[in-house]
């Protein structure tokens, strides 16, 4: 059985037109998006089974955002309706060296009041292969902690392979818990965990082995062993040359291997968001249908560079379109 | 001195472009709006000197809103900066048959987090000639209604005219207080009132004198008896014949005369919303620039009326324009 | 079991923006529509579970026509893939006097291409209530009457309503077969039957009785005798005052009793394309979920009226907005 | 033989996008047109050969007016090119009550520095038809007077008829002459004349007879007593009921009879722009393919009807789609 | 006498917005193309006189497509009407790594239905400097082929100088005849050929010679030895580093010398379709106006390369603009 | 008391949108700039009062461009009104090798009749910190010439520090007189100047010693000899390697020292226009509040750098994001 389930808040994403400032806008561009949902729909368009669970409110603007992701096949059977509005964020695209800004506006959410009682995952993870969350929903509300520790509990009993992408961002964390307290259960019940040495510092206080030979295994030697569970620890390298311009590139540890890809050349950025969580469907989707890691891990980035050339959060992306890049074509000539 | 202050949220208004309901929409045009500044904007526009009182966030959308305003040449001196969120609202406009829909996204914005304690009013209204404020205000948060009693008191010192709109949209008033306990001291210290027989029976629990010649004038009577500072009750008479086709004409009583206007014909109507606070703004013109009560009544509704033509919350026509209207030109030939 | 289960092409449909005409357009609006598949996403809209059966090209603009469906959550699960193009329709929209035009563009498309061992009915109708078609479909290519035909054939077996608007449009009959050949043995076994007086005379041949009180009831009565399954035949009568004015009235015939409902007045139009299939839509929602057929036809009239509100093919009017026409609130005040 | 040549000014024309004021653009719709130029293009449409004479600046600006006029099969070979500038109009459209509004931006545009050496009419009008000019360009300079006194010379010698819309603009009238003392060496020249009671008192200072049975035809009289060579007066009758709702008629009166065409409602209006020029091209395509001068008003009355229904100054009606409104369907019934 | 004849389809290009993929398209913009056309619009554009031939249907789409080539001052005198549709192509544009799609809708097109007695060649080259064809029109139909062959010949027996542009693109070869059979006899009549050594291989089973010091211009000689009429090989070296970012140059063989160009650096690219029909146009240009080969071909690179800046199929590029790039200023710097 | 007061012509600039060509545009995109006006506005973004003085004519189109400058927060208390027309340009964006193109359009604007007795020098300059002028505004008229001679004679008086930006632009002075006549009167009274050798050669017939070290600055130390008030000339060193990707550097000499900046690449390029008034703008915010001129020029040209990558005339960067540019980071990381 090939289907992913993944939860976390979905948000309508208002982007201003063009190069525009936010003070310029005299629109906003809507799309929709969310860490996690966006591993759903680019799973679904690579033709594996993919469920969103999140809380949206009972009003057109959740049932617009329910519309989204049908529209990318992904299943919204599980979603809850409730609560009183749709988490917004405003975009304001970069371009050379002008960072892109966000403002994000998702306080008090639909998604923000999910509670334990309101997901049977039980049901929602019944049949599932893998399940995928990231530090954002712990970081939203207690409600959605709990959510996220309760899916993780009946994952763990079923056998189902969990993706964690630790994703930490400290002014996020406003209900009265902090990352510290609440992440080390999260990522105890997860197999393949996103997260750098950064993290890793601020998070779990675990720091590189002084002396040691590569810093960076160093501490993910650490987090293997303090997390027995993790058997995989994957992140991407972004050489940022400008808002435009990036090079990536993919890593992955399993306890005994360092795996890394080539680097990809992105020139010109189309859409920086969601570059992360195509790399992680792809990622997902390689673990499921290709061979070994290696094989997963290059999958995982060269879904990633495409997504940068693709509008708004979702890589709409195919899988041969992957495997073009992935044979070496970067050449962009034009496919009749 | 003519010099109006208006007090109250200033939210940015999400439209679907042309016809489209929410769930077809992949964007909105953006503006601003608010019904008090709405009445400022167009009092602006009409070449008097004009002021709003608002609390924005300290980000870019906040930045936004206070340019809207300036270029709208209303005085943004005295606005405050804080809180979380600017208050939102989306609009799919109605046509023919198909009512307009709106949905508020309004909690916890920087607004409803406003404290009489942030607003020096004697300072603000320092020299003013006139101050409005509506029903909206003390139903978001008991520091908004604070801040409008605050006002009234110092205007009430000051003897600055006060007009207020009652518009009592029960479904607001969630923190905790009601209109029927709040409204009556507003109400107490106003001048002008607009407000209608269902206002009257809802907040003030007044109901047309059994057998009254004109049930309407004895509601009226009996909200004058009771405040007797009030000394004009206004409001317009809308007959919506379809969301694009609505006929609108004007009342004002000042206890003794009861002043009506002819009937305008709007069809097709471009944009229905702050059609009541052009109305109010050209009341206020008049009140301040024309002879009577009744040239007052009558440049109020045609100022609404010709509001109904323009896209956005704000009136902006001219006075000429109004006066065109006033002189009975309807008939819509190209100026050259 | 309430499942509604709808046959036909789906076309992209591309539509000068504004009042453009075809030789000004820089660009086209593109959605996707087609009698058929109209009522399927218009039930889904009022909650019923619909599928809609078609065949689309395997390429990009088929996968986008899927998605519009999916969007509208109707199911796809058994939509055909294969053939060389998909159908397109221009459309340039009408205003006042001028009337407005399409230019269809469907030859040769997936849809033409269809063959009745390309569907499985048995398992396509497994549990339908109702089974819609319309004489599009057998105009279209011999496959297509030939599926038509299988599909009616199981439907008639299983006992499921069926529903045929009859939409006699000579001038697409192309492939040798004339809708006189063709269409009888469709009518013999639908049970709602959507026809007038013309279709009648130039397909059945069916004439008004000289001298007959009401000459469409003689005619009606004529097609009961001769197609003894028809039960009850229902139609629109649409008083075009122009491009962007009409008055649209429902009719509904059942042997005995020739119901009416009241006359709407639309003005302006938004769309006017679907407006027929939203009546149906409204119709058959009415039929399963309200009481008595006059019920049913006021529903469907009131959807019809609401559709021409909204642009696209599409009625995306929500039962509750139906109900507010039909109790008798046409005013289009703003719902807050 | 039928070749149309027109002579007169094309401005660039930038229109607020939907119903926004001057003050709320953020962009403009960006089209040509003038009076003289639009009646060529309509006649072009309707397959007549048409060829416009001008002088456009030699950049890219007027480069655009050239290929808009080839667009609209236009013969641009006789055009001239130099000057600083193209004129410009900037157009705000009116809605109900709210006039449109123009601000010109023409002056020192390259037409107003033509001068009658650089058009050698001798060619222009070689195998010419019909000449048709406008009291605008007498107007515009006294180079352009002077361009329109030699066509008119050139083509009485040669025997074309000739048409001249006075259309009185006495701001436009600023290079030291007036139209009293240019306009009447214009007029004497000319065949078909529109013109209006206003005009004749303004410019010719001809007065209704008193006592006469009808006034309007006793100042036409006068008029052809004086300008013996106008054997036809002609123009519309326009009750404007709104910016977007007028009704429009047509008179003729050739010194013996008064024809005129029933009244059409247009409502909504599109674009009011152009309407009369529309008009004109109607009534000489009438003179030139039609059997009299009751069918040709009817014509030109049609063609004007379907004009405020297009957007853009030019009619782009075909001569089957006015026949269709002649042969009295108004119905707007979509043409599939 | 310098006038050049065009011969092939011309489509209407329904291109994706922005970066959009087609599923996420709610709109195309409206173009129109064709290899053959658009090096008749590019010569026009620099000065010369050209004509195009081509079949569209009689609707509104193919007025438009006229109107098109009109605007862009190529001679529609003698094109065909008549058939069904109008040819069509989306075009999604690519970005970075990730390519340009098209998905042709051009089957059953009017162009695929002309025959040759639909043309009168004798009168339409008459007076002709220069005929081109290209090796799409073969492939279309045996009536197309049939044409480009009827052509030719008239063109050779009046001495017109011929260039045809192999173009091999086996997938359109449908209708029972191949490439191999059909152009050899095509290839014989032209003067100057676009093709390089993949064409010849595939066409014309032409390799390079084993041990050949230049494998190339082996190939190119046994293509001359074979076709005693080719004068001039040419063909451009196309570098591409991504969709938007490419390196060209050019090249001419002429039995003796093998002329290349300096290679010019494009990013980013703007639009890349049209490329080679600009270069061809850029060649054609040359050879009429300009010394020797070298001259030509330059001129030729430099218009390819400018028409990459510019969006459409169409080189809008001028001769002072082209001759700017040939002078070597390819700065960007802005023209006041 | 920081106040900085700019004086110069404020244009409507109407650009085609994306990269289309002037003779594609269906529409223009509207805004509003002019060299001095783009100082005042950078500035009051940096959070200095900055006032602009101009003349616009007394129609909507003057209302607009008040509007805009209000929106800036710029004060436009002493702009007159006035005249017939705004002035206008018309843009073409380009990209990669294609240039920019800009067709000016503003002869007989309202500023270019502005005369000295229309401004009260004394009375805008009343508490200035800094005057600015450029070389345009004394090119456009003898009037414009004259009110910047004597607001420099005022400001000297009034000791408010004066920066003028020479531009010279040889074909804008048309009304009798010449740059060399007119600037050294300007030039005289000056403190800071934006010029470089070309100007100092041009205009002041100034060139390099032979022989010097330092052409560049023996061609400085010349004209501070010459025009001893100049303290430091300042400009930028662009190396433009396209259209749309630039190299850029600051320098400033104050008679002894040369200072520099580092060299920043910019690519890919928004908006060129107004790049040089950020540059101004960033040294005045720096010579207002920062330490040394180090300092200022560095800001000015992180400043100006910025603005390449925003669309319009105007730098809407805020100081914490020059800031950052400072600090090193140009990676363009997205702000969240």
């Known amino acids: 059985m090939k289907r992913i389930v993944t939860f976390g808040e979905v948000m309508m994403r208002l982007t201003t037109p063009g190069h525009q400032r936010f003070t310029q806008a005299k629109g906003f561009e809507a799309t929709f998006g969310g860490g996690e949902a966006n591993v759903s729909m680019s799973?679904?368009?690579?033709?594996?089974?993919?469920?969103?669970?999140?809380?949206?409110?009972?009003?057109?603007?959740g049932q617009a955002a329910i519309q989204f992701l049908k529209t990318n096949n992904v299943s919204t059977d599980h979603i809850v309706k409730g609560g009183d509005r749709l988490g917004l964020y405003f975009l304001e695209t970069g371009?050379?060296?002008?960072?892109?800004?966000?403002?994000?506006?998702?306080?008090?959410?639909?998604?923000?009041?999910?509670?334990?009682?309101?997901?049977?995952?039980e049901k929602?993870?019944?049949?599932?292969?893998?399940?995928?969350?990231?530090?954002?929903?712990?970081?939203?509300?207690?409600?959605?902690?709990?959510?996220?520790?309760?899916?993780?509990?009946?994952?763990?009993?079923?056998?189902?392979?969990?993706?964690?992408?630790?994703?930490?961002?400290?002014?996020?964390?406003?209900?009265?818990?902090?990352?510290?307290?609440?992440?080390?259960?999260?990522?105890?019940?997860?197999?393949?965990?996103?997260?750098?040495?950064?993290?890793?510092?601020?998070?779990?206080?675990?720091?590189?082995?002084?002396?040691?030979?590569?810093e960076e295994i160093s501490v993910y030697n650490k987090i293997i062993e303090r997390f027995p569970n993790v058997k995989k620890i994957v992140n991407t390298t972004r050489n940022s040359i400008s808002a435009t311009h990036n090079k990536l590139s993919g890593n992955l540890y399993d306890g005994k291997q360092f795996l890394k890809t080539r680097e990809y050349e992105i020139n010109p950025i189309v859409d920086r968001i969601g570059g992360g969580d195509a790399f992680l469907a792809g990622l997902i989707y390689g673990m499921h249908e290709l061979e070994g890691d290696q094989?997963?891990?290059?999958?995982?980035?060269?879904?990633?560079?495409?997504?940068?050339?693709?509008?708004?959060?979702?890589?709409?992306?195919?899988v041969e379109e992957v495997q073009d890049i992935l044979a070496g074509d970067t050449s962009g000539r034009i496919k009749r």
Chains 1, 2, 3, 4, 5, 6 share one sequence.
């Open 43 to 61: 799973l679904a368009q690579f033709g594996l089974e993919a469920a969103h669970i999140t809380r949206f409110p009972d009003n057109e603007l």
């Open 95 to 121: 371009s050379s060296v002008r960072p892109g800004k966000i403002i994000y506006d998702r306080a008090n959410s639909a998604f923000a009041g999910v509670e334990p009682e309101m997901i049977d995952w």
């Open 124 to 214: 929602v993870l019944d049949g599932a292969s893998w399940f995928h969350w990231t530090g954002i929903s712990p970081a939203i509300s207690a409600g959605a902690a709990a959510c996220c520790k309760a899916a993780l509990e009946v994952a763990y009993a079923k056998g189902i392979t969990v993706s964690g992408d630790v994703n930490y961002r400290k002014n996020l964390w406003q209900y009265g818990k902090s990352a510290q307290e609440v992440m080390p259960d999260l990522i105890a019940k997860s197999d393949v965990l996103v997260t750098g040495v950064r993290d890793a510092a601020e998070i779990l206080n675990i720091y590189p082995e002084a002396g040691a030979d590569n």
């Open 295 to 318: 094989e997963a891990l290059d999958f995982g980035v060269a879904a990633a560079v495409l997504k940068h050339t693709i509008e708004g959060d979702v890589n709409l992306a195919r």
